[in-house]
């Protein structure tokens, strides 16, 4: 199982040292996966890793060893194609295997190259853009009408809010006063295969959230002190859902994948690319 498999439960309070090693560790596997598949998305997957390591191992409250806790916190990887980064952290959280991750994309496997229910520790299957966040309104107001106190955290990608979904959820989370919905905007300002700013312009994403009814923070998705008070944040009580525009770098970690739609969907082009990756995050 996973180096850090043994935390049950509450996440304790890791250091952001130890966060660091956490988060090279994954973007170590999201090379391996994507270069042994020849197929995925790392540019999204490394520019998440960061705020992904840091939910799952200091601020939600889930157990690999009961994985139908009612009280659990939920993820939704809205952006689903960024499936790398979610697997390499289920696996060194302890829910399967970490030997598993070089099955991605592969036959017989069930790390599908889209977030895949049917992987333990996947809430529900994503891929189809602009539909995560209606999904995890919906467990939200389940939350509220069980009374229940478990939050719905939702990964969203910056090309994905061009979706007109995402706009009327947001409307309706704020209607509901769902404040145990958190929303995580991975701005890395890369989409598929131009810059956002090119493909359609945003304009000021916090004056828009904050127009539907959000409560929202702008933070540095690479600085696990700035995480950490981003979730402190989140955490307070209040009656309005919570959106979180992180300031990511798309292929954050290595130097040939920042800031380029080349490596969007494109594992390392060949042996020479795959190594440099691997040394310049610092492998083992």
């Known amino acids: 199982m996973g180096e850090y498999s043994g935390v049950a439960g509450k996440t304790a309070d890791f250091s952001n040292d130890t966060l660091l090693k956490i988060s ?19 540019g999204g997957s490394l520019s ?3 705020i992904l390591t840091y939910l799952y191992f200091n601020e939600m409250n889930i157990d690999p060893t009961d994985q139908n806790l009612a009280d659990r916190d939920r993820l939704i990887m809205s952006k689903g194609h960024a499936s790398p980064a979610l697997y390499a952290i ?38 189809s853009l602009g539909q995560g966040l209606g999904i995890g309104l919906g467990m939200a107001l389940a939350a509220k009408l069980d009374s229940k106190s478990y939050r719905v955290f939702v990964i969203l990608g910056d090309g994905e ?13 704020s209607k509901y006063k769902t404040s145990n919905l958190i929303a995580v905007l991975d701005r890395n300002r890369v989409q598929l295969d131009d ?28 600085d696990f002190r700035d995480i950490r ?22 292929g954050k970690g290595v130097s040939y994948m920042e800031n380029t739609s080349k490596y ?11 190594e440099k990756a691997l040394k310049e995050i610092g492998a083992t």
């Open 48 to 50: 998440i890793i960061d």
């Open 161 to 173: 809010i061009e979706e007109g979904n995402i706009w009327e959820t947001m409307m309706a989370a």
């Open 90 to 127: 289920l696996a060194l959280r302890g829910f399967f295997p970490v030997e598993l991750l070089m099955g991605f994309r592969k036959i017989n496997s069930k790390l599908e190259g889209h977030v895949h229910r049917g992987v333990p520790g996947v809430e529900t299957s994503t891929g």
């Open 24 to 42: 090279k560790k994954a973007r170590e596997y999201i090379i391996r996966m994507v270069y042994e598949a020849k197929s995925g998305h790392p």
């Open 264 to 274: 969007h969907g494109a594992p390392p082009a060949n042996q020479e690319e795959f």
């Open 229 to 250: 008070r981003a979730f402190a944040f989140a955490s307070q009580k209040r009656e309005k859902p919570v959106f979180l525009i992180a300031n990511t770098v798309k």
């Open 195 to 222: 810059l956002t700013e090119n493909v359609m312009p945003m304009g000021d994403i916090s004056a828009k959230a904050a127009s539907f009814g959000w409560d929202v923070m702008e933070f540095n998705g690479h």
